[in-house]
């Protein structure tokens, strides 16, 4: 079979399986954070005035904008001139400020690091997803939360892994089906706005997982190693993590079955092994394709996390073939963009090239690299992170009647992404926040 009747027989395969996806969806629910934030009282009035307005909705900026803020929740934001200001409410000087919706961030890890979210709060990162974690992890962070504001915190429990698991402090193990519809349950009574399944749960278990989470109404994401990103999403997952999921799909059959072989012996192959694999991906095949094609129709959120796999060929240990690998997983993440993709933003906390507290900012600047404009990576880490954690009722825009999580930022992102970095205000639910040095 030639190369073109593959890419054929390839791309039938996955309107069927973007199909059987469509018919496993549920409507979805309105889903909530686990700690309750100190929102500003009802006589709070704000008014912000002369910044220019990135409201998330997709528009044009706004420039001398008004946003007006009363108690917890905007209550008007537009230009100037057509934006009334209450006589009574405290003026914020916006000259020269750019007003975002607050930053959400869909892959977020704690790892023991307590006053890590009050930093992300005060670096303009208003909501969290920790996609796999105790909620029982978070203990800490949350009771000093008195002493210090934390994001608002969209958790997800341990991971779905079967034994024996890649990371057992966060790992929930399951044998069955039986093992894994009851965790499932367990995590979403106990506060779970998500769940995940890891990287050695067998696609049969990946199914199972994903039928209790949609009855439940949750929805489920998934970092892949061994289970391929195309049969994960036929089975009815929600989202990938790490674009280095998609590794398997895009690379000859034979190829990605040595890489499944050599991960399941050792689960650390995968450290070096996904840029070997990487680094000779060839992106301009039929292959490359028919994956994003499958993904555009699927309707899966994606979320690159590319910040965490950074190489530049100054690092120590760098190789040309990492640097090319990386550099692959760049470019795949601008062609799924291009096809339509559900892209979204995920900092994963601890990266090599971004100081502790602004992995977020470096991801952003990456999404730019890949072919995202400013605005549509802002628009990802707003807009489109609210609706993949279908809290998009309350948050994510800038617009009558939303929660108040704004960040105004010194500068214009839209001319250089990086501005998002010049934090100088931060509100939460109408109060604002102490911001404090890098």
Not at 294 to 321: C, H, K, N, Y
Request: charge should be positive.
């Amino acid at each position: 079979m030639n190369q073109t009747a593959r890419a054929s027989l390839l791309a039938i395969t996955i309107a069927g399986a973007c199909t059987r996806a469509y018919a496993q969806a549920s409507p979805p629910r309105r889903l909530s954070e686990v700690n309750v934030v100190d929102s500003a009282g009802a006589t709070n009035l704000v008014a912000i005035v002369g910044a220019t307005l990135i409201d998330g909705r997709g528009g044009a900026s706004v420039a001398n904008a008004v946003v007006v803020v009363r108690g917890a929740r905007i209550v008007a934001a537009g230009p100037r001139g057509r934006t009334p200001i209450p006589r009574d409410a405290a003026l914020v000087d916006g000259a020269g400020l750019t007003v975002l919706p607050g930053l959400i961030d869909a892959h977020f890890h704690l790892d023991g690091d307590d006053s890590l979210p009050a930093l992300y709060l005060k670096h303009g990162v208003t909501s969290v997803r920790d996609p796999g974690a105790w909620i029982e992890a978070y203990a800490k962070a949350r009771s000093s939360a008195a002493r210090a504001s934390i994001p608002r915190l969209f958790l997800a429990g341990p991971h779905l892994d079967f034994p024996p698991p890649v990371f057992p402090k966060d790992a929930l193990t399951v044998r069955d089906a039986d093992e894994t519809r009851l965790a499932v349950h367990r995590l979403v009574d106990q506060g779970a706005s998500s769940i995940k399944v890891y990287l050695r749960l067998p696609l049969e278990l990946v199914r199972v997982a994903t039928d209790v989470a949609h009855r439940r109404g949750v929805p489920i994401t998934a970092h892949l190693e061994i289970v391929s990103a195309l049969d994960a999403i036929s089975a009815g997952v929600d989202g990938i993590e790490h674009i280095t999921s998609f590794g398997t799909s895009l690379v000859e059959p034979r190829d990605a079955e040595r890489y499944r072989q050599a991960v399941h012996a050792d689960a650390n192959f995968r450290r070096d092994g996904r840029y070997a694999m990487w680094s000779t991906i060839d992106l301009a095949a039929p292959r490359a394709a028919s994956v994003t094609e499958f993904v555009r129709r699927s309707g899966t959120w994606i979320d690159p996390t590319l910040a965490v796999f950074e190489v530049q060929a100054a690092d120590s240990g760098a190789t040309p073939a990492k640097v090319r690998a990386f550099a692959q997983m760049v470019a795949f993440t601008g062609m799924l963009h291009r096809a339509g993709a559900r892209v979204v933003v995920g900092s994963h906390s601890d990266v090599p090239h971004a100081e502790r507290g602004w992995a977020y900012q470096r991801e952003l600047e990456l999404l730019v690299a890949a072919g995202l404009t400013p605005m549509e990576a802002i628009l990802a880490g707003t807009r489109e992170n609210a609706r993949y954690f279908r809290a998009s009722d309350r948050i994510g825009t800038i617009e009558n009647g939303k929660v108040a999580d704004l960040v105004l930022v010194a500068g214009d992102p839209l001319a250089d992404i990086a501005n998002v970095r010049n934090v100088r205000r931060v509100m939460l639910a109408g109060r604002w926040i102490t911001t404090g040095d890098r």
